[in-house]
Each structure stands twice: as structure tokens, then as C-alpha cells.
């Protein structure tokens, strides 16, 4: 069973973000509409028995996945910059060593105590929080998350973040089919956490706002 202080965690953090400020309530400013990519091949073929937000804490296991952990945390907005609620927003990626719990991905060799995919409903503000670890690369490919934006019947987005400033990135066919002025859209940089922001107090994690923006 996950440990009851993390699993609350996400939702503690989120309030905090509500109270300080310290979110993405960014309203009526137009914005650029986030570029699809391809879901790639090692999306689950089944949603794992724990796939909340908190991909690092993994219910039955003795401790925390390997890596760098991380606060992924924005906001979904339409094209007019106005928050989009009531839609899921969920993440997949590979483990520290670059594997993903895929049966496909050789030979699904991926950390057991590594989610590897999580999905986050956004409050009332379109804000969603996910903990995690920074992305790394593996054969072919710079360090990236996959994520897509769905409501109940609609998927509305699919697409990578990539880390900015990762040299490999100069080297990733995906990344470069973006056009360049696009690029900035789906790539962020991953911060000392408390160095930047004080509602995270978890110690040496490492933090990245994104924000998605739809066009509907």
C-alpha cells in the first residue's frame, strides 16, 4: 500500500498552489496551440493497477523508484488562454536505466518501483501535478515524457516534452521535425525544486513547469 503522506502529497502541493499564486492561472492572453507528435510504441496496452500521479511511489513496493524525482506541474488552456477543465492529462515514460513497461520495449525489464505511466484530472484552474523522475535518454532517442490530454469521449492531444538544454536534442529526428519556433512550446527546464519554489519541501527534487495549451 503507498504510504498515505504520498499519496496525499499531490493534492496538498496543488492547494498550496491555489493559495501562493505559485500556479498557472494565466487567463485571456492568446497563446500558441501546443504541437501534436506521435504517441510512440510503447504507450500501455493497459493502465497499470496504480496509475495516479505519483509515478515514483508504487502501492506493494519497499521503497522509492531509481532516479531523479521530479514536480512535472502546469496547466492545460484553450487557444484564448483560458484554463480547460474537466480533462485528464497523463504521462509515460522510461525508468533511470531507459526502460518502459512495455511487453514490446526488450523485454519489459523496466524498475518495479517505477509507475512509468500516470494521469492527473485538473482542478477547477486547469492545473495538474505529477511526481516523477527526469526524463533520460535511451538507444535512438533524447530524454523525453509522452503525454496526452483527453476528456470522456474526446482525446484532445497527444505530444513529448523534451528537457531543455539536453545536447541530444540537436540529435532526435522528433524533436527536429518541430519547427524551430515551435520548439520552445514542448521543451522546459528541470529546476532545483526549492531553489525556485517553496511549496515543494520534498529535499533534492528537481522541478519543471509546463504548460499545455489546446486548440479547441
Known sequence: MKNPDRRNFLMQTGSVLLATGAGTMIAHAARAITPSATAGPF?????????????????????DASGDIAHLFGAVYDSAGTPVKDVVVEIWQCDAFGFYHHP????????????GFGKDTVNQN???????????????????????????????????????????????????AIP??????????????Q???????????LAAKFDIVLGV
Do not use: C, M
Open 180 to 193: 524551430e519556433e515551435r520548439r520552445a512550446s514542448v521543451t522546459t527546464e528541470f529546476v532545483e525544486a
Open 104 to 115: 514490446r520495449d526488450r523485454g519489459d525489464q523496466a524498475d518495479a518501483r517505477f509507475q
Open 43 to 63: 504507450y500501455p496496452p493497459k493502465y497499470p493497477l496504480d496509475s495516479d500521479a505519483d509515478l515514483v511511489t508504487v502501492a506493494g513496493q519497499d521503497r
Open 126 to 176: 486547469g492545473e495538474f501535478h505529477f511526481r516523477t523522475i527526469k526524463p533520460v535518454s535511451y538507444p535512438g532517442r533524447t530524454p523525453h515524457i509522452h503525454f496526452l490530454v483527453r476528456s470522456n469521449h474526446t482525446l484532445h492531444l497527444v505530444s513529448q516534452l523534451y528537457v531543455k538544454n539536453e545536447p541530444r536534442n540537436q540529435s532526435d529526428g522528433l524533436y527536429l
Open 195 to 205: 531553489a525556485r519554489h517553496s511549496w515543494i519541501s520534498e529535499p533534492g527534487a
